[in-house]
C-alpha cells in the first residue's frame, strides 16, 4: 500500500512537471516574431533619484514602489534571432541581462544600440563595452553625425572607438536603416538641449504595425512635423512624459523645457479614444505623480484613454 502510494505522487510530480514544461514552452511560443519590449521608463535619473528626500522616492525605500530603470527599449526579432537596443542608459548592463534571459539569447550581447543623444541617461552606458567590463569587440553603436563626433572626440569614450570595442554606424536624418527583411529603422530630428550632439526620435516598422519612440524633445510646437498627425499614422507613441505639469520643481523649468504630460494630454483632447490609446508615455522624472502607478493624476489621464509604458511589456511589430 506504501508503494503504491509512492508511486502515484511520483506519478503526480511528473505529470505536474510535463505540465508546467509545456505552459512555459507555450508562453515562450506565444510571444511575437517581432516586438518592442519596455526596458525601463524613468529620467536620466532613474528612480528613486539621487538626493531626493520627497515622498516620491520615500515611496521606493519604504517597499511601496519598485525601482524603475532609465528609459529604454529593446527590439527583439525571434524568427531572425537579432535584438536590438534603443538607448544606453547607466542600467543598460541589466538591460541587456533582462534581453537575454527573458526574451532572446544568441552568441551576441546585442546586435546593435541605438543612440538618440548625449544626455546622460541616453548614452553612458557605453561605459560597460569597454575594457574595465565586457571588453567585447565590433558592437554596432547607431549615432548621428555629431553625436558620432562627440564620441570619438572625448574620452572615455573615445577609448571605446580607438580599441574597437564599439563600431560607430553613421545615421542621417529621415534615412532608413534596413534591419532585416521584417524591420527597419528611421532616426528622426527633434528640437532639444544640444550641448553636445543633435537629438532624435525614431520610428520602428515592423511587418504588421509601427511605433515612434520620443523621450526627449523640447515642446511639441517647436518641432517641424505635427505630433498629432504623426501619432495617427502609427500604432504606438513612446512620447516624453518628463513632468507633468509647471511648477512640479523648485528651480525653473523653462532651463530644462519638456512638453508636461498636462500640456500632451490638453493637445489630444480632441482627438479619437483610438488615437489617445496609441499614445503611451515613458520618460518620467521622479516628481511625475503618473509614475506612480496608482496615483490619482494618473488614474484620471488613463480614464481619457492615454496610456503608460510599465517594464516588461511587449509590443508586437
Avoid at 527573458?102 to 544600440?113: R, T, Y
Avoid at 524591420?183 to 526620435?201: A, I, Y
Avoid at 512635423?225 to 520643481?249: C, H, Q, R, T
Avoid at 504630460?261 to 493637445?267: F, R
Amino acid at each position: 500500500m506504501k508503494f503504491k502510494s509512492l508511486f502515484l505522487l511520483l506519478g503526480i510530480f511528473l505529470f505536474s512537471c510535463k505540465t508546467e514544461k509545456k505552459s512555459i514552452e507555450l508562453a515562450e511560443t506565444s510571444k511575437p516574431s517581432q516586438y518592442i519590449t519596455v526596458l525601463g521608463i524613468a529620467q536620466d535619473g532613474g528612480y528613486p533619484h539621487i538626493g531626493c528626500q520627497k515622498e516620491c522616492c520615500a515611496n521606493y525605500y519604504n517597499g511601496t514602489n519598485k525601482r524603475k530603470s532609465v528609459v529604454s527599449l529593446g527590439l527583439v526579432d525571434l524568427e531572425n534571432k537579432q535584438k536590438w537596443l534603443f538607448e544606453a542608459t547607466p542600467d543598460m548592463h541589466t538591460q541587456l541581462a533582462d534581453l537575454e534571459q527573458n526574451h532572446l539569447k544568441n552568441d551576441k550581447i546585442i546586435d546593435g544600440v541605438f543612440l538618440t543623444h548625449a544626455h546622460i541617461g541616453h548614452y553612458t552606458g557605453l561605459m560597460y563595452f569597454g575594457r574595465e567590463a565586457f571588453g567585447k569587440k565590433g558592437i554596432n553603436v547607431f549615432a548621428m553625425p555629431k553625436m558620432k563626433t562627440f564620441l570619438e572626440s572625448n574620452g572615455p569614450w573615445s577609448q571605446l572607438v580607438s580599441l574597437k570595442n564599439i563600431a560607430i554606424q553613421k545615421l542621417q536624418n529621415d534615412s532608413t536603416i534596413v534591419l532585416n527583411r521584417q524591420l527597419k529603422v528611421t532616426p528622426f530630428l527633434v528640437p532639444h538641449r544640444d550641448e553636445f550632439s543633435e537629438t532624435v526620435g525614431y520610428k520602428i516598422e515592423g511587418l504588421k504595425k509601427t511605433a515612434l519612440f520620443i523621450p526627449d524633445i523640447d515642446k511639441w510646437h517647436k518641432w517641424r512635423k505635427n505630433i498629432i498627425e504623426e501619432v495617427k499614422k502609427v500604432d504606438y507613441a513612446f512620447l516624453d512624459a518628463s513632468f507633468l505639469k509647471d511648477g512640479e520643481l523648485s528651480r525653473p523649468m523653462s532651463e530644462i523645457p519638456h512638453p508636461f504630460t498636462s500640456e500632451t494630454v490638453a493637445l489630444f483632447k480632441n482627438q479619437s479614444l483610438t488615437t489617445k490609446n496609441k499614445v503611451i508615455f515613458i520618460h518620467f522624472n521622479h516628481t511625475n505623480p503618473t509614475l506612480q502607478k496608482d496615483s490619482k493624476e494618473r488614474k484620471q489621464i488613463e480614464k481619457l484613454g492615454f496610456r503608460f509604458a510599465l517594464e516588461g511589456q511587449n509590443y508586437e511589430l
